[in-house]
């Protein structure tokens, strides 16, 4: 089965938790793929046209009218008139549609939007038997802005229930994003995972928190090596990118404590952009 596109913004990019969500979401996870670095179909169609050709009941392929129409939303606005109407066609889609590849450009498409009316969709993903449309309805509400009509029961159910690290993932972190008042709690009970993936993600949340709980986490993130080629292992990317997330988190969070430990990354890291990254963040440290 090939990939499909994930979403095009950061998840969570607006909060105070966004320096959390590329590595995590993103380059851990490794589902998806973000539309602005990916080959783009040029159909010089617009959100109009795609619509349309949702709707139609001649066009058989209508997961590619989605795709096109979650890529159009994700590059490009539309006048703020026609919002209330493209919500309401694509929630009936979603809705009518049994195939699940057009249920999550619905998802993606309405996530783009970040707009209240998309929520009643949103919140019924997270109960979705696909789990690629739940993983993008939860990314989508945590994009949402904070005291939105959030299902939280469904969501943390994912949370406490869903055995698949990318959910619980993207799950914590929306938690974090709209700064319920157990993020705290259910980092703390996340950082003892099995899986890495959530570990480090409930990790760099408690970083926020300066929450001296984490920092063995913290430095075991920042000891990764780059070269390991096991099965299973983050690859350099992965690696670079999650270092550098920890570093930015750290330099928000102003976790003054942690200077030593940024100090030694600088010194001793052999990524550039890692060690670069420490330095820079080494002097809002010590400022």
Do not use: C
């Amino acid at each position: 089965m090939s990939e499909q596109p994930g979403p095009s913004k950061k998840i969570l990019e607006s909060s105070p938790f966004s320096g959390i969500t590329v590595p995590i979401a993103i380059v851990l996870v490794g589902a998806l793929i973000i539309f602005g670095v990916t080959k783009m179909l040029s159909t010089g169609k617009n959100h109009r046209d795609l619509v349309e050709e949702m709707n139609s009941k001649t066009f058989g392929n209508r997961w590619v009218a989605a795709y096109e129409l979650s890529k159009f939303l994700a590059g490009q606005k539309i006048p703020k008139e026609d919002i209330p109407w493209v919500i309401e066609n694509l929630s009936r889609v979603y809705t009518e549609s049994v195939d699940s590849r057009t249920r999550n450009f619905v998802v993606l498409a309405l996530g783009s939007l970040m707009n209240p009316l998309s929520l009643p969709v949103l919140n019924a993903g997270l109960e979705d038997q696909d789990a690629q449309v739940k993983f993008n309805a939860v990314v989508s509400l945590g994009n949402m802005p904070r005291g939105s009509s959030i299902r939280w029961d469904k969501l943390e159910a994912i949370l406490d229930q869903d055995q698949d690290p990318g959910l619980k993932q993207v799950a914590l972190l929306a938690i974090a994003s709209h700064n319920r008042p157990n993020t705290e709690q259910k980092a703390l009970i996340y950082l003892n995972s099995s899986d890495r993936t959530v570990r480090y993600a409930a990790a760099i949340i408690l970083s926020h928190m300066r929450n001296q709980v984490a920092v063995p986490v913290l430095e075991e993130i920042l000891n990764l090596r780059y070269d390991t080629s096991q099965a299973g292992e983050l690859n350099g990317a992965q690696v670079e990118g999650l270092k550098v997330n920890v570093l930015e988190n750290l330099e928000k969070s102003k976790w003054y404590a942690l200077s030593e430990l940024v100090q030694m990354v600088e010194q001793n890291d052999t990524n550039i952009r890692v060690s670069t990254k420490a330095k820079q963040t080494l002097k809002v440290l010590k400022n």
